[in-house]
């Protein structure tokens, strides 16, 4: 099994909303990540946690708050986000240990519009 | 920074023809991971090729992997209509000293497969 599920399918929030992102993981991965894709781009990277510490933080803006509460579960926090934030928003997660692989499963997705 | 040219960047073709996607890098990686997009949907994991100079094969989809772990390529045979979605290929290297891996995407493949 290489599921990773994501909640909710779909997100309209207002700009002075807060709202969660949830993602989870029953596969025993120790690495979890966030990405932010916009229409026929490729992902790009967020955050990445390893053993449920923040491992990477690539300059994103306060807006955004991730959280890993547990080796299965990665939430991402938002609050007053922008109009240009709308985006699909990708859960991923890697397995330990795997040599040369580093395989990532992706989640379905979250796709949020800010108004 | 690491590059991985994808290329081309759309294509377009008739079912039942032969088509391939190149993805060229300067850079070694560790692994490559091949993913299928469709819209509003998260990436799906075709394919990881690990050792220089594999060849792996999914169906009518055949994955090469180059000698020097700098470039890869996918071929499909026979596209039909539900080939149809965005290729993307993405290169791995692990974060020294750590258990997980950053990804370098290319910029993908657009392929629509006519009836």
């Known amino acids: 099994d290489t599921e990773v599920t994501q909640t909710p399918k779909h997100l309209v929030m207002g700009m002075t909303n807060k709202k969660s992102l949830k993602c989870e993981q029953h596969m025993g991965h120790r690495a979890m990540y966030w990405y932010k894709q916009k229409a026929k781009k490729p992902p790009e990277l967020m955050f990445v946690?390893?053993?449920?510490?923040?491992?990477i933080n690539e300059s994103v803006p306060s807006r955004f708050s991730p959280e890993c509460p547990n080796s299965s579960l990665l939430n991402l926090h938002l609050h007053a986000l922008q109009p240009e934030d709308s985006a699909l928003y990708l859960c991923?997660?890697?397995?330990?240990?795997?040599?040369?692989?580093?395989?990532?499963?992706f989640g379905p997705g979250t796709r949020l519009l800010v108004l | 920074t690491q590059l991985l040219e994808q290329s081309p960047q759309f294509l377009s073709i008739q079912e039942g023809e032969n088509l391939t996607v190149y993805c060229n890098s300067s850079?070694?990686?560790?692994?490559l991971q091949w993913y299928r997009q469709e819209p509003g949907e998260g990436p799906v994991l075709l394919v990881t090729?690990?050792?220089?100079?594999e060849v792996k094969k999914l169906k009518r989809l055949t994955f090469q992997f180059g000698d020097a772990r700098k470039d890869s390529s996918l071929h499909i045979t026979a596209a039909q209509p539900g080939d149809t979605g965005l290729y993307l290929c993405a290169g791995a290297r692990r974060a020294g000293g750590t258990s997980y891996g950053k990804l370098t995407f290319g910029q993908g493949t657009i392929l629509t497969v006519h009836p």
């Open positions: 991923a997660s890697s397995p330990p240990n795997m040599g040369w692989k580093e395989t990532q499963y």
């Open positions: 850079s070694v990686f560790s692994s």
């Open positions: 090729v690990v050792t220089g100079g």
């Open positions: 946690y390893s053993y449920e510490k923040l491992s």
